[in-house]
Antibody, heavy 113, light 111 residues
């Protein structure tokens, strides 16, 4: 099934940018669609973005469209989420997931001044 | 964007059977399959059911899923204390450019 390890979270000021990374191992990364899903404090799971195994297909939740960009580097077995113009509503644990079947432990993003 | 509706909470005693419902629409559950996840705070969500009623290896057969029309259900029989967790349904929605939807989550309490 493989393993996913997220990184890049932290405290960021409103309006600034942050890039999350997800390093994959134990499976052929280039063969699978990948996703970012988040959980805000006290809230449920919320899908953020998806990218197909061929990176031409990308999908975004309305809440992040135009601000976040999902990308992947199959040569590095890595998934990314570029977060621009963040707001307090983006404070959450961010999980990466392979085909929404295998998930990482998450990385915490806190947007605060 | 559309929503998948789950009850906020359900409860049961050890050994009982509980069900969790997930109500959607024609653009999501009505046309696409449903996944179910178990989530404990601070941990990675765990896939319990995929393609409406399929169990990944390692998920016990006391866990089952079903789908009818625009609704789906998760059933857990022989309830155990370790089943206490949050449960989420998820389905792809075909409207607009397409997106994934998660239900609001259901807190299962084992009394």
């Amino acid at each position: 099934q493989g393993q996913l390890v997220e990184s890049g979270g932290g405290v960021v000021q409103p309006g600034r940018s942050l890039r999350l990374s997800c390093l994959a191992s134990g499976f052929t990364f280039s063969n699978y669609g990948m996703h970012w899903v988040r959980q805000a404090p006290g809230k449920g799971l919320q899908w953020v973005a998806s990218i197909s195994y061929v990176p031409s297909n990308r999908y975004y939740a309305d809440a992040v469209k135009g601000r976040f960009t999902i990308s992947r580097d199959n040569s590095k077995n890595a998934l990314y989420l570029q977060m621009n113009n963040v707001g307090t509503e983006d404070t959450a644990i961010y999980y990466c997931a392979k085909e929404l079947e295998t998930w990482g432990q998450g990385t915490v993003v806190t947007v605060s001044s | 964007q559309s929503v998948l509706t789950q009850p906020p909470s359900v409860s049961g005693t050890p050994g009982q059977r509980v069900t969790i419902s997930c109500s959607g629409s024609n653009s999501n559950i009505g046309r696409n399959s449903v996944n179910w996840y178990q989530h404990l705070p601070g941990t990675a969500p765990k896939l319990l059911i995929y393609k409406n009623n399929q169990r990944p290896s390692g998920v016990p057969d006391r866990v089952s899923g079903s789908k009818s029309g625009t609704s789906a259900s998760l059933a857990i029989s022989g309830l155990q204390s370790e089943d206490e967790a949050d449960y989420y349904c998820a389905s792809w929605d075909d409207s607009l450019n397409g997106f994934w939807l998660f239900g609001g989550g259901t807190k299962l309490t084992v009394l």
